[in-house]
């Protein structure tokens, strides 16, 4: 068979091929894309969960590591900022914890978790922005009715880590 014939024939076969055929390509396709973003999923929960276990047992650079990859792959994740924070926190890496809770209150601005961990970080780095972190901890402690624990241990952190900057003589409370 010639190779014009040969051409023919298969131009011949596709333009009969029925439309499931094209249709059933893009499924393909989708279901492609679907196992990547649920992979995607998996390893970025994999890493907060290695992350959160790290930071229990006080490993901070295993935490740090874990969480900075979770970070650079999703980044609008407010939860891998907040385990960033952390971890830099427990390494004392005020700047960088200053950073990563700066990330957090970009996506929640609202989170008292990440408004103490700023208020920690900018406190040791003597920024005294910091005071603004313990206003704003200090009024949502006020109109608190219900589940005020940990608003209340984030506002006394940041109180503490200000008063250790300040001196042994002087407290902000």
Same mark, same amino acid.
């Given at each position: ?29 989708q279901?492609?894309g =679907?196992?990547l ?11 907060? =969960? ?30 891998s ?11 004392? =890496? ?67 880590a ?12």
């Amino acid at each position: 068979m010639s190779r014009m014939a040969a051409t023919l024939i298969l131009m011949a076969m596709m333009a009969a091929a029925p439309a499931y055929a094209q249709q059933s390509e893009m499924e393909n396709l989708q279901a492609g894309g =679907d196992a990547l973003l649920a992979n995607h999923r998996e390893t970025t929960q994999y890493s907060i =969960d290695r992350a959160t276990q790290a930071l229990q047992a006080r490993d901070y650079k295993t935490a740090r590591r874990f969480a900075s990859s979770v970070v650079r792959a999703d980044p609008k994740r407010i939860e891998s900022w907040k385990l960033l924070g952390a971890a830099q926190i427990g390494l004392q =890496d005020w700047s960088g914890a200053r950073r990563s809770y700066t990330g957090a209150i970009r996506i929640t601005p609202g989170d008292p978790e990440s408004r103490g961990g700023l208020g920690v970080a900018m406190a040791r780095l003597n920024d005294p922005k910091a005071q603004e972190q313990l206003i704003w901890l200090t009024a949502r402690v006020a109109a608190c009715t219900s589940s005020c624990a940990a608003l209340e241990g984030y506002k006394r952190e940041v109180d503490a880590a200000m008063a250790a900057a300040a001196g042994p003589s002087q407290s902000h409370r």
